[in-house]
């Protein structure tokens, strides 16, 4: 089995769809060890260099992970989340069938300031909920989320109340105030030295940030949310209707 080394396409990168569509048709599964770089030298007929690029860009892309001292292997599907329905971390990471947890690192009261009054329609100063999480999925860091809620509009919400439970299950059967819509901006930073070492990434390395504020059916503001995802386990699915 061979590459074609006529083509102006480079050989790593035909490694590395060939390598693709063997995984995206289930002849590698998760959880599966690729060849090692010495055996895709022999299949294909390349040098080691090119073996370890297509591997390496694989890897980058969250396609594939690896264990020191043991190997590369097919990782684990992305969860992806769709924005074609409103919904939380925990109903997301539950419809693509993996198993997550929740890590809360801080819940404070404090005023609003800077940017909060505005996003949260709330007076300078005003009492808000501050809640950390660490999100993982599989037992793996998953996203760090920061959200702000203003207490006057929630004023049973508690760290007990929130532990182990989901924020928007608490909105709409406790509280007895679904969101239904929101407002979400996503862009690509670089994790501060705290944010990459929660999420078990090197410092200043790429991730997603996104801002979301939710809304109820009058259309007051329920949380405003700023979300740090690692790029390797996030899959955001977006849905257009013409």
């Not at 969860?79 to 997301?92: A, E, I, K, M, V």
Request: aromatic content about 8%; overall charge neutral; some cysteine.
């Amino acid at each position: 089995m061979t590459l074609h080394k006529e083509s102006p396409v480079p050989l790593y990168y035909q490694l590395k769809e060939r390598l693709l569509r063997k995984i995206e048709q289930g002849e590698l599964k998760p959880g599966d060890p690729i060849p090692s770089e010495r055996e895709l030298c022999e299949i294909y007929q390349i040098s080691r260099m090119t073996a370890a690029k297509a591997v390496s860009a694989l890897v980058n892309e969250g396609v594939l992970v690896r264990q020191r001292g043991i190997g590369t292997f097919v990782a684990q599907p992305k969860p992806p989340c769709s924005s074609s329905r409103l919904g939380g971390f925990t109903d997301n990471i539950r419809e693509a069938g993996l198993s997550s947890r929740t890590v809360i690192i801080s819940f404070e009261e404090e005023a609003a300031d800077g940017s909060l009054p505005e996003r949260l329609m709330i007076q300078k100063g005003s009492p808000v909920l501050s809640v950390l999480r660490l999100r993982l999925v599989e037992e793996e860091p998953f996203s760090l989320e920061h959200a702000w809620i203003p207490k006057e509009r929630f004023p049973d919400l508690s760290r007990e109340l929130l532990e182990g439970d989901s924020l928007y299950r608490l909105f709409r059967e406790h509280l007895r105030r679904p969101p239904v819509l929101a407002r979400q901006t996503i862009e690509p930073v670089l994790a501060s030295d705290y944010e990459a070492r929660m999420l078990e990434v090197p410092p200043r390395c790429p991730v997603l940030l996104f801002r979301r504020v939710a809304l109820d059916e009058t259309g007051l503001p329920l949380e405003f949310s700023k979300c740090i995802y690692r790029g390797k386990r996030f899959l955001y699915e977006i849905t257009f209707s013409i």
